[in-house]
Every structure is written in C-alpha cells, then in structure tokens.
C-alpha cells in the first residue's frame, strides 16, 4: 500500500520534523491490527499522529490520478489524515486485489482451512477420509460465514491427487465480504 501525501509531519521531543510519507503505513498497520474483524475496510478510517501541511493538499482531479493507479489518500484532519479510499497497489484492476480487507480474508480463510486440515496430515486414510474432509472444512466455512468474512461460498470438492497419490486436494470458491467503498447516485429531474 502506497501513501500519499509523501511528506507529514511528526512531533518528535516537542519538535516538528518531517517525516516520509511511508510512516502513514505504520499508523494503518496499527489500526489494522486493532480491529478484530479482518473484514473492516481502512477506507474512510482516521490516522493519527501527525499533521498533513498544506502543501500537501492536491485538487481533487490530482487526487483521483493518484487514487487510480493505487495509491491510498490521506486528506487532513485535526491530529491526522483520513483516507479517502484504501487499495492495494496491484495492477490487475481486479477490485478483489485492490481491496487490502478483500486480501486479508483471503489469507485468513487460507490460515484456517490449513489449520483444520493440518490434523489429517500424518494419519491413514481410511473410508470416512473424504467424508470427514469434507465436513470439517464445511464446518470452518460456515464459521467464517457466521463471522461475517465470506458471503458465500460452493464448489467444494475433495480429491485424491492424480500424480502424487499421497497427496488430497481440497478445493472451493469463496465470496469475500466486500466493503462499501462509494455510493452511485442518480438523479433524474422532470415533471410527472
């Protein structure tokens, strides 16, 4: 995640100094690890703890350049910067890759779908396998569900590995819980 603006300013023993604007990721990883729920969006959110100067205020058509290639836009506020929206820097364009909250239930469902698993590693196969598989990583799903992390998921699927027969792929499509970056309003004015 790339920050703008470059430059902020930061009391450091009663004195003002500038600092890159790179230490704005600190603050957000700081506010990220404090909200439990994965899910949440930086967007909108206030960064504290340092002063944004009016050098660095751009015109919104500036603003909205940066915003498009992925950069996160802090906009002043008293002891801070609130960000207007938070992506990721990634090139795809796809808004499951833009979206860092998007990235971090990814992961999570990852971590947890391992963690579930990890107890079948090292044990015989026996016939209940794919069956017991199968349920456990339902059970994790519906979990993440009930958490508000994925809207949905379907498709799972459970199969021996056709090379290495040692092996058992688990596959599945989730939905992400996606958060509500902007509002589209239209407006048409006529007589009725």
Not at 114 to 139: H, M, W, Y
Request: with cysteine.
């Amino acid at each position: 995640v790339y920050f703008w603006p470059d430059r902020i300013v930061r009391v450091i023993n009663g004195t003002n100094t500038f600092v890159h604007g790179f230490y704005m990721a600190a603050c957000a990883g700081g506010l990220l690890a404090a909200t439990p729920n994965v899910a949440i969006p930086l967007t909108r959110k206030v960064l504290t703890g340092f002063t944004i100067l009016r050098d660095r205020i751009r015109r919104p058509i500036i603003l909205n350049a940066l915003g498009d290639r992925g950069v996160t836009i802090a906009q002043p506020v008293t002891g801070g910067g609130r960000l207007l929206h938070a992506k990721t820097t990634t090139s795809s364009g796809a808004p499951t890759e833009e979206e860092i909250s998007v990235i971090f239930i990814r992961d999570r469902t990852a971590q947890v779908l391992r963690d579930v698993l990890r107890g079948f590693i090292g044990k015989a196969e026996d016939p209940t396998l794919i069956a017991s598989i199968t349920s456990n990583v339902q059970k994790a799903l519906q979990a993440l569900v009930g958490q508000g992390l994925l809207s949905m998921y379907q498709s799972l699927n459970v199969a021996r590995d056709e090379v290495e027969p040692r092996q058992w792929n688990v596959s599945v499509e989730v939905q992400p819980t996606l958060p509500v970056n902007w509002i589209f309003i239209d407006i048409s004015v006529g007589i009725f």
